[in-house]
C-alpha cells in the first residue's frame, strides 16, 4: 500500500477532524488521539449531516445533525442507530498524517 | 456522713453534686459556697437571656428546693478566704466550715485587659449573670451602642444579643478574622458577613487604644483614631482560671490548680472541677469535658474506679442564623490534606482536614447538617481511606460501596433530628410528619414544610425520604445522570467541580470516575461550559468540546451552509453598517438576507470556507459577532424608546445598549435573550425574554424567567430598581447567578422554577453584597470572554481550519 502525506499532525486539533478532497468526494480525518487519526466520509448516512463538525469522542464521532454516532474504527453506527460510513486506512508517522495512496488512484476507477 | 465541702457553685460543681445525691443520697452533707448570691444555673444559656429568648428563671438549674431536698447548706453571696490545710477549714467571709472532702470549684475570671478606661462604669464582662443584666439595662435605652471587644465566641453572642435588643453594635477583633481558635480564615469571612448582614459591625485586626468617658464610658477609640460611640463595653477577651485559692492553701499549681485523672490535687482530700483545673498541661473553658471532670470526680468520691480524658471538642456558635461548627484540628500541616467545598453563592464552606486515613480536623459554615457525624470520625478516629472522594458531602453519600450504590440506606439510616434542609432547617422527623398527614409529593412536602423549597439542592433527599417512607405508593423521579459516561446527574458535577477545584477536562473525567476516555457528544458541552463558568481565569475553552455552530462561530444550515449574522447593538444600526451588510451579501453570494425577530440581519446559505473572509469584512466595518449561535447573550430588544416615543420612559434604548454591551461574549448554561421597552405597552416585548425590563416613570421593572419558545411565559417580576445603575447590576447578578448555578441547557425559566424566584431574589435582591460580588465575579469572566470570537477567527492561522485540509485531487496519480 502507498501512503500520501496529507499534512501534520498538529493541523489538526485534539478531538477535531479536517477534511480532505479527494476524487470520491470529501472524506474527514478525524484526531482522536495525541497521535492517532481515522479517515471517514464526511457525510452522515442519516441526513448528509457533516461528521468532520461533529464531538469526537473515543474512537467515535457524533453527527452534529441529529447525534447519530459512529465507530471511526468499524464506520458502525452505535447503539440503536443503523447505519455505516466507509472508513479509510490512515496512520500517524513521526508527525505526518499518512492516507492510503489509492485515495488518488481513485480516480481511474471513478 | 462525709462533710463535703464545695467552694462554687457553677455547672462542674453543680454537675458533681448531682451524680452524688443520685448515687448515695445519704452519704454527704454539703456545705456549697458561691461568691455569686445564687446558686447554680445554666452559665451557656446567658447568651438567650441577654436576647431575651430566655428568662433568667428558664436557666436555673438547681433551685432553693432542690438545695433544700439534698439537705445543701447554702452559703451564697460569701466569699471564701482561704482554706486551711492542716486544720481542714474553709475559711468564708462568716464563718469557717471544716472538710473531710473539698472541692475546689471557683471557675474562671474574664479577662480583662488594662487599656485606658478598663475600669469605668460601663465597661463590662460576659461572666454572669450581673453582667448579662448590665447589658440588658444598657440595651434599654433607645438608640443605645455597644461595643463589644473580642470577636471569640462569647463576644459574638454578646454581640448577637445585643443586636437582638435593637442596639448597635460593633465587634472588635484584633486577629485577621472572627473566631480564629476555631475557625479559619474562609469560615471567619463568612460569619462576618452573615453578622454583617445582620447589622452588626465587625472590624477586625482592630487595635484598641482607649476606652474613654466622663465619669462612665462613651466610646471607644481605636489606634487608627477611629472612634465609636459606646454606652456599654463588653470585654470578651478570654478566661482565667480561678485559681488563687488552691495557690494560697499551697496546692501543686501550674497555670490552674494541678490535678490528677481522678481530679484529685495534691491534696488527697482536696479536688478540683472545671475551669479553675489543670489537667495534663490543658485547660479547659467548654462545658463538655467539665461534664466529663464532674462524672470522674463524683465517682472517686464514691470510691469507685474511673479516669478523666481529653476528648476532641467542638464548638457551635449559638447565634441563629450563623451555622458555624469547628471540631479538632485544623491547622495546616505537611501531612496534612484538605478537602474543602465552597457554595459561595449560598455562603457554604466545608474543610476537612485529613492526617493518613484519618479526619482529624473539620469547619463547616452555612451548612452544618452532617457536623455530628464528622466529629464523630474525629472523636473515633475512623479510617476514611474508602470515602475520601465522597467524604464531604456527609454520611448520605457513604457507607462503603453499598450505601453508595444504595443512597437510599443511607437516607433510611438517618435519625429523626438529621437535618434534610439546611435552609429552612427541616429534619427528617418534620418531613416524615408531613408525610404521614398526607403529603406524598415533593411539591406537597415543600408546600408543607418548606423543606427544599429555598435552594433547591435537598430535593434528592426528600425525594427519598418519600419513597422510602412511601414505598411504591411514590414515584421517584428519576434523577438522570448527564450521560451514559457517569452515574453524577448534573447538579453533582457541577457541585464537585468546585468542591474539587477540577479546572481541566481531563481532571474531571480522572476525578469524577468518567466511564469513557473523553466524555460524549452530551457531557462535553455541559463539562466544558461548567469549567469555563466556574474557572473562566484556570480553564481554556476547548473548541473541540463545543457544538458545531459554537466552535464555527456561526450556525450550521441543514445544506452544511451557515448563517451569518453580526451584531446590532439593542437593534440600532446605521447606513454604514447596512451598507457593509449588503456589499457582503453581494460579495459573498448570500442567497437570503431576513431580518431576525432579535433586532437583526440574518445572512443565510454562507460557505464555512467563506466564514473567515465575510467575518473579516463586517468586522471592517465596525460590526462583531452577534452570537445568534452561541448558549451565550443573543440579543437585547428595545424598542424606539424615549427620543422619539410619546409614551417612552427613561433612557430604555440606551439602557439595552448598555446591556449588551456588558453582556455579549458571556457563555450561559442556554442562550439568554433580553428586551427593555420604554414603557408598559412594551413594545420590545420584554415580558416573554429571559430578562425583561418595562422602564416607567419610577424606574425600572426586572421581569426574569419568561419564554417564547417551546413554552411560553410571562417573565415574573425580580424586582423594581429606582436608577439604571441599579438595574444594570440587578440583570448582570441574575446572570451570573444562572450561570453558577443552572445546569447546561437549562433556560433560565426553567432553571428560576426549580430553585424558586425567592431564592433567586434573596441572593441577589435582598443581599446587596452577594450582588456585588456576582458582578464582580461576571466581571472577572468577562475580561476573559468579552471579545469578538469573528475577529480571533478571521486571523490567518485560525482562519486555515475552514478550509480543507489537502486537496488530492490537484495530485497527480502514480
Not at chain 2, 122 to 140: C, H, P, Q
Not at chain 2, 245 to 262: S, T
Not at chain 2, 745 to 751: C, G, I, P, Q, T
Not at chain 2, 776 to 792: G, I, L
Amino acid at each position: 500500500m502507498s501512503w500520501i502525506d496529507i499534512g501534520h499532525i498538529d493541523d489538526i486539533p485534539l478531538r477535531g477532524a479536517r477534511l480532505v478532497k479527494t476524487h470520491m468526494g470529501c472524506l474527514a480525518v478525524f484526531r482522536t488521539g495525541e497521535a492517532e487519526v481515522f479517515a471517514a466520509s464526511d457525510s452522515c448516512p442519516h441526513r448528509g449531516g457533516p461528521l468532520s463538525e461533529g464531538i469526537v469522542h473515543d474512537r467515535k464521532v457524533t453527527c452534529p445533525l441529529h447525534n447519530m454516532v459512529f465507530s471511526l474504527e468499524t464506520g458502525e453506527a452505535q447503539g440503536a442507530d443503523e447505519g455505516r460510513i466507509e472508513t479509510f486506512a490512515a496512520r500517524v508517522e513521526q508527525g505526518r498524517i499518512l492516507l492510503d495512496g489509492t485515495l488518488i488512484a481513485a480516480r481511474g476507477a471513478a | 456522713m462525709t462533710r463535703l465541702v464545695v467552694i462554687g457553685a457553677g455547672m462542674a460543681s453543680g454537675r458533681v453534686l448531682e451524680h452524688l445525691f443520685e448515687a448515695a443520697p445519704e452519704k454527704f452533707d454539703v456545705t456549697l459556697f458561691n461568691a455569686e448570691p445564687r446558686g447554680n444555673y445554666n452559665r451557656i444559656m446567658l447568651s438567650p437571656v441577654l436576647s431575651g429568648e430566655k428568662s433568667y428563671a428558664e436557666i436555673v438549674t438547681h433551685d432553693d428546693a432542690w438545695y433544700g431536698a439534698h439537705g445543701v447548706t447554702c452559703r451564697f453571696g460569701e466569699r471564701v478566704t482561704g482554706i486551711d490545710r492542716d486544720r481542714k477549714v474553709v475559711i468564708g467571709e462568716k464563718g469557717e466550715v471544716v472538710y473531710d472532702k473539698l472541692i475546689v470549684a471557683t471557675g474562671s475570671n474574664p479577662f480583662i485587659i488594662p487599656f485606658p478606661g478598663h475600669d469605668l462604669p460601663g465597661v463590662v464582662a460576659y461572666r454572669d449573670l450581673e453582667d448579662t443584666n448590665a447589658m440588658i439595662e444598657a440595651a434599654g435605652t433607645p438608640g443605645a451602642s455597644a461595643v463589644v471587644i473580642g470577636g471569640g465566641l462569647l463576644g459574638l453572642e454578646a454581640a448577637a444579643g445585643l443586636r437582638l435588643r435593637g442596639m448597635d453594635v460593633t465587634v472588635l477583633h484584633n486577629v485577621g478574622h472572627l473566631m480564629d481558635r476555631q475557625l479559619d480564615e474562609t469560615a471567619g469571612y463568612l460569619l462576618k458577613k452573615d453578622l454583617e448582614k445582620r447589622g452588626i459591625g465587625v472590624i477586625t485586626r482592630a487595635a484598641t487604644k482607649a476606652i474613654e468617658g466622663d465619669g462612665r464610658v462613651e466610646r471607644v477609640v481605636l489606634e487608627d483614631g477611629t472612634s465609636l460611640p459606646a454606652d456599654i463595653v463588653v470585654m470578651a477577651v478570654g478566661i482565667r482560671p480561678a485559681a488563687q485559692l488552691g495557690h494560697a492553701a499551697g496546692l501543686e499549681m501550674g497555670r490552674a490548680i494541678k490535678v490528677d485523672a481522678q481530679m484529685r490535687t495534691s491534696d488527697p482530700d482536696i479536688f478540683a472541677v472545671g475551669e479553675c483545673v489543670e489537667f495534663d498541661g490543658a485547660l479547659f473553658g467548654l462545658v463538655a469535658p467539665l461534664y466529663d471532670q464532674a462524672k470522674v470526680l463524683a465517682r472517686t468520691l464514691l470510691g469507685e474506679e474511673d479516669a478523666f480524658r481529653m476528648r476532641e471538642l467542638s464548638t457551635k456558635l449559638k447565634v441563629t442564623g450563623c451555622d458555624l461548627f469547628s471540631a479538632g484540628d485544623f491547622a495546616e500541616g505537611e501531612e496534612r490534606e484538605d478537602i474543602v467545598f465552597r457554595d459561595p453563592a449560598r455562603g457554604i464552606y466545608k474543610r476537612l482536614v485529613i492526617e493518613g486515613d484519618r479526619l482529624v480536623g473539620a469547619v463547616m459554615y452555612g451548612d452544618t447538617a452532617d457536623s455530628n457525624w464528622f466529629f464523630g470520625l474525629i472523636k473515633d478516629a475512623t479510617d476514611i481511606d474508602e470515602m475520601r472522594d465522597t467524604l464531604i458531602f456527609g454520611p448520605a453519600f457513604q457507607g462503603g460501596g453499598a450505601a453508595a450504590a444504595d443512597p437510599m440506606a443511607a437516607v433510611a439510616a438517618l435519625p429523626d433530628d438529621a437535618e434534610i434542609c439546611g435552609c429552612n432547617g427541616i429534619c427528617k422527623g418534620d418531613i416524615l410528619k408531613s408525610i404521614a398527614g398526607g403529603a406524598h409529593t415533593l411539591d406537597a412536602v415543600r408546600a408543607q414544610t418548606k423543606a427544599s423549597a429555598s435552594c433547591g439542592t435537598c430535593s434528592g433527599l426528600v425525594e427519598q425520604v418519600l419513597a422510602i417512607t412511601l414505598g411504591d405508593g411514590f414515584q421517584m423521579p428519576t434523577e438522570k445522570p448527564v450521560c451514559t459516561c457517569t452515574e453524577l446527574t448534573h447538579e453533582d458535577v457541577r457541585r464537585l467541580i468546585k468542591a474539587k477545584e477540577l479546572k481541566s477536562q481531563p481532571a474531571v473525567w480522572q476525578e469524577l470516575g468518567w466511564k469513557t476516555p473523553n466524555g460524549c457528544h452530551v457531557c462535553r458541552p455541559a463539562i466544558n461550559f461548567y469549567l469555563l463558568a466556574d474557572w473562566p481565569l484556570d480553564y481554556l475553552d476547548d473548541p473541540q468540546s463545543r457544538f458545531v455552530n459554537e466552535r464555527n462561530h456561526a450556525n450550521i444550515q441543514k445544506d452544511g451552509t451557515y448563517s451569518v449574522m453580526p451584531r446590532m447593538w439593542g437593534g440600532i444600526t446605521t447606513p454604514d453598517e447596512l451598507r457593509a451588510i449588503a456589499d457582503a451579501a453581494d460579495k459573498f453570494g448570500v442567497p437570503t438576507v431576513k431580518v431576525t425577530g432579535g433586532q437583526r440581519i440574518d445572512l443565510l446559505g454562507v460557505r464555512k470556507e467563506d466564514l473567515p473572509a465575510i467575518w473579516a469584512d463586517l468586522n471592517d466595518a465596525g460590526m462583531v459577532s452577534g452570537h445568534a449561535y452561541t448558549k451565550g447573550l443573543r440579543t437585547v430588544k428595545t424598542c424606539v424608546g424615549s427620543d422619539w416615543c410619546r409614551f417612552g420612559t427613561q433612557d430604555s434604548t440606551g439602557l439595552g445598549i448598555k446591556l449588551e454591551k456588558i453582556l455579549w461574549g458571556s457563555w450561559t448554561p442556554h442562550k439568554v435573550k433580553l428586551g427593555v421597552s420604554g414603557c408598559p405597552r412594551n413594545c420590545a416585548e420584554a415580558t416573554c425574554k429571559d430578562v425583561g425590563i418595562i422602564c416607567v416613570d419610577s424606574g425600572y421593572e426586572i421581569g426574569v424567567a419568561g419564554a417564547a419558545g417551546m413554552d411560553l411565559k410571562e417573565t415574573e417580576l425580580l424586582a423594581k430598581a429606582t436608577s439604571e445603575e441599579e438595574a444594570i447590576a440587578l440583570v448582570i447578578a441574575f446572570v451570573q447567578l444562572y450561570r453558577e448555578n443552572a445546569k447546561y441547557l437549562d433556560r433560565a425559566y426553567k432553571w428560576v422554577a426549580k430553585v424558586g424566584l425567592d431564592w433567586v431574589r434573596e441572593q441577589i435582591v435582598d443581599d446587596a453584597e452577594n450582588r456585588a460580588r456576582l458582578v464582580d465575579r461576571f466581571e472577572v469572566s468577562q475580561s476573559v470572554y468579552r471579545k469578538d470570537p469573528w475577529a480571533e477567527h478571521a486571523k490567518p492561522k485560525p482562519a486555515q481550519r475552514f478550509h480543507l485540509l489537502a486537496d488530492l485531487t490537484q495530485e497527480a496519480a502514480e
